[in-house]
């Protein structure tokens, strides 16, 4: 008896159990996973039988996700680029710029961040401050207004898997609108009254970009977030993710240092003298706390 034919492609849309997947010849199919849990992401190059039951994926390059003590949530799969989008408008939380820049670290992705409405000239310099610890750490920052202008970005995009995260309201979606010529990317205006963007992009979709502009080029547009947990990283591995953290580790005079109240910590001193910025110990120190104790 033979085997039943399997069709292979690539997860280009996630729906909560309901995946659209491009198939090897351009066309597009539904499939679903076995039994109850969602074990796949955008991105994902996967197996598909004739009744679209999605049997399995190829070995990721990597796989960004969240998690907390109850659940994990897939990002994107096999991505090669991390774009954190930000604004001068609505405010963002540079805590959690520092989360995912740990978990793109662990799955050895580069990261730029996208400092989106930067036309709002008023609240320019208050945006430029948040993101100067991230600044000195050698992020790559690329100003732009994706209503205006989304070309700086372009030269970055070429060949590479690029996925948009960020807060809600940072204006991901009229990025990919702005690069993505038909992407139709849903948008919506701010609650201003929070001073909180509302969910615009509810499941996650790959985009292939012109070829023209962006050569072997894709984007992930996600949904955005308001938490980005750490729960999966070992405190050994989110230490790993501070990369300025990197040149002292090993330094202080105790081997399991947890940067606090320690006498000679190298962190610390590093600190001290202005080589790591007080703000990301401040969210180090924050991270290992919650996952000794569950929150987040």
Sequence with gaps: MSKPLLRRGTIVAAFGRHYEIELADGT??????????????????????????????????????????YREK??????????????????????????AL??????????????????????????????????????????????LDASPLLPLLAGECSVLVGQSGMGKSTLTNALVPGAAAPTRELSTALDSGKHTTTYARLY??????????????????????LKHLTPQEIEFGFAEFRPFLGQCRFRDCQHQAEPDCAIKAAVASGVIHQRRLDHFRQFISENRHGSH
């Design 28 to 69: 597009l199919a539904t499939g679903f996973p076995r039994g109850k849990k969602s074990p796949f992401a955008v991105g994902d190059e996967v197996e598909l039988s004739a009744d679209g039951q999605i049997t399995g994926h190829a070995p990721r390059r990597s796989l960004l996700y969240r998690s907390d003590a």
């Design 74 to 99: 897939l990002i994107a799969a096999n991505a090669t680029q991390l774009l954190l989008v930000v604004a001068t408008d609505p405010s963002f939380s540079d805590m959690l710029l520092s989360r």
């Design 102 to 147: 740990v978990a793109a670290e662990h799955q050895g992705l580069h990261t730029t961040i996208v400092l989106n409405k930067s036309d709002l000239a008023a609240a320019l310099p208050a945006a430029r401050k948040l993101l100067a610890p991230f600044v000195a750490l050698g992020c790559r920052v690329v100003e732009l207004s994706a209503k």
């Design 208 to 229: 292939k970009l012109p070829s023209d502009t962006c050569p072997g080029g894709t984007l992930i547009d996600s949904p955005g977030l308001q938490e980005f947990g």
